[in-house]
Each structure stands twice: as C-alpha cells, then as structure tokens.
C-alpha cells in the first residue's frame, strides 16, 4: 500500500432523504476518496440489518416511533427555556434511539445534553472544525473509515509517543472528540448501533500523565455518561503501560457501572482485542486484516471543514440564553 494515497475530493448532492437528517442547508456533502474507497457521512436509511438491530433492541417499531415522536414533540413544546429544531422528526429520533423511544427518557436526555454544554459553554461556544485544525493536524484522533463487525463506528485515540501534549492540550482533543461525536450523532446507523473508542496509550510518559486533572476526568465522563445520544459500547485500552493506572484513578470515583463494565484494559494482547473488534475490521497495526487506508487527521479535517455551517447550525440550538 502507498504510503501517501491520492486523495480528492468527491462532493455528493444533498437530496431530501438525505437533508431531513440535517440542520443546515448544506446542498453538498463532501466525501474523501482514498484509493478505490470513499469516505463520507452515512446518512443514508440504515440497511435493513441494522433496521432489525433497532427494532429488536431499541423497540423502533411503527407503532413506538409515531406516538414517542409527538410525545417528546410535546413534552419540548412546553419547555419554554429551550429551544430545538422541533419540527424535525430526525432531530428527535436522535434522542429517542438511544432511550429505546421512550419519550420522557429522550426528553430528560435533552436537557442533560445542552445543560452540559451550557455549563462547558467555553469549550462548546463557536465550536466549528475551522477553528480546532490543530487537533486534527497534530493526527492523533481519527475514525476509522469502516464500520466493525457489529456497525459501531471505531474511534482512536493515541495519547502517548504520537502525542506531543506541548503543541495540543487535552481541552483540544475533547473539542475534537465533541466534533467527531457530533458528526456520528447525524448517522441512522450509527444512532442505532453505537460507536467504540480505542485509546492507544503506547509510550504514554510522566509527562503526559501529569496532564490529566479530577475536573478534566470528571468531564469527560459526565459527557460519556449522561450527556451525549450516543451508544458508547466500548472503551478499549491497549499498549498502556504501567504507569496508566495513575491516569485511571483520576476517572474512577465517576464511573457508574454501566460505563465502568465496558471500559476494557487489553495491553499489547491482540487476540483480547479481537474479542471485542473482529480483526476483519482492524488495520494491521492492531493486528487486523483490514486493507482500507488508515484516514488521517487532516484528511478527516478536510472532510469536516466543510461542514462548518452544520455545526454552526447544531451549536445554535440549546438553553435560551437568560
């Protein structure tokens, strides 16, 4: 495989399915063509496996999805200190998948949602990919371009030899983690299936362990837990060396047990890793089979700066301000 695939640019039209699940009115979406593999937000109707995934697990059934969608439009309706794209029935499925439409749980999700962002509001306010490119750049958060054996899209993180904590601050890849997360939340597929993370800590320094704080950890996990429309099935630590657990103290007294339970310390051990992500949808650095291009930050980057304008959209919507 070359070492520097030829990448461009391959815009896709924007047709009615595809723009009920959006907030602006981005007439284009980008996609990257990488080799004979293009990358591209997924916003298509999930395929028809994934429907029976959602109506098995997240009761999404005809006769649940109409009367939770009018519910949790009423429930919103009457809250008057938000405001939220209500008309769109996409926008609320958002919230309802992960609450198995349930509306008074999507409900209560919601607020959790934008009360986080209220109170992080110096982490949240103007967040657009144009303004965190070094994140990005610094290449050392990106998704992968397939999906695993099980749907979930694969998110990694490689916070040790790849990270030089002097150029890119821990704030900036929570920013980054905000906008990838944000990104997924638009996919059907990934709404329904969820997403898993893959923290790649090999080399992690005393340095770079110092970097952490009990405020920064007890952020993250509230995000994780109780803020965001996301499945997070996994957290998979790999590579960490001894010296991680200082890190994972700092994490500890805010887990609740469903988190807790899918955080998984895996070491260098591959085949524990292959448990959990088929190697079919792994690259070989972590002992997969896989032979789509690795996406790199700045490539993934290229593909957001253009969606400015629907994260401008996302972070309008929230607590009224007072």
């Known amino acids: 495989m070359p070492a520097q695939m030829e990448t461009r640019i391959v815009p896709r039209q924007v047709t009615p399915e ?15 063509q990488l080799g004979d593999f293009l990358l591209q937000f997924e916003l298509d ?4 496996s994934v429907q029976e995934i959602a109506r098995k697990e997240l009761r999404e059934t005809p006769e649940n ?5 009018d519910e949790l439009r009423r429930l919103l309706r009457e809250d008057k200190d938000l405001y939220v794209p209500l008309e769109s029935d996409a926008w609320l499925i958002r919230f309802l998948r992960p609450c198995k439409f349930y509306p008074e749980s999507a409900y209560d999700l919601i607020k959790r949602y934008y009360a986080f962002k209220l109170k992080h509001h110096k982490h949240y306010d103007g967040l657009v990919p144009s303004k965190e490119t070094n994140i990005f ?8 371009p397939n999906r695993d054996h099980l749907g979930r899209r694969i998110l990694v993180l490689e916070l040790g030899k790849h990270w030089n904590h002097n150029k890119c601050s821990l704030d900036e890849v929570f920013k980054g983690c905000v906008l990838f997360l944000e990104a997924a939340m638009l996919e059907p597929e990934t709404q329904i299936c969820g997403a898993v993370v893959i923290f790649d800590m090999e080399g992690l ?20 837990q109780d803020s965001i429309p996301v499945r997070v099935k996994g957290l ?8 991680f657990n200082m890190v994972f103290q700092l994490f500890k007294p805010f887990l609740k047990e469903k988190l807790r339970s899918r955080i998984i310390f ?10 959990h992500i088929s190697p079919k949808c792994l690259p070989e650095c972590y002992g997969g089979t896989v032979n789509i291009p690795r996406v790199t930050g700045p490539q993934w980057l290229e593909l957001l700066l253009m969606c400015d ?7 309008s919507y929230g607590y009224k301000k007072k």
């Open 266 to 275: 895996l070491g260098s051990d591959r085949e524990a890793l292959h448990k």
């Open 309 to 315: 304008q629907e994260f401008s959209a996302i972070n």
């Open 236 to 243: 998979y630590i790999i590579n960490q060396p001894y010296i």
């Open 65 to 69: 999805v109409k009367p939770a969608v």
């Open 45 to 48: 109707e999930p395929r028809e």
């Open 205 to 224: 320094s005393m340095q770079q362990v110092w970097q952490f704080t009990p405020p920064f950890a007890k952020r993250i996990v509230d995000w994780l």
């Open 137 to 144: 750049n610094q290449n050392i958060l990106t998704v992968l």
């Open 18 to 32: 595809i723009s009920q699940h959006m907030l602006s009115d981005i007439d284009k979406l980008p996609g990257v």
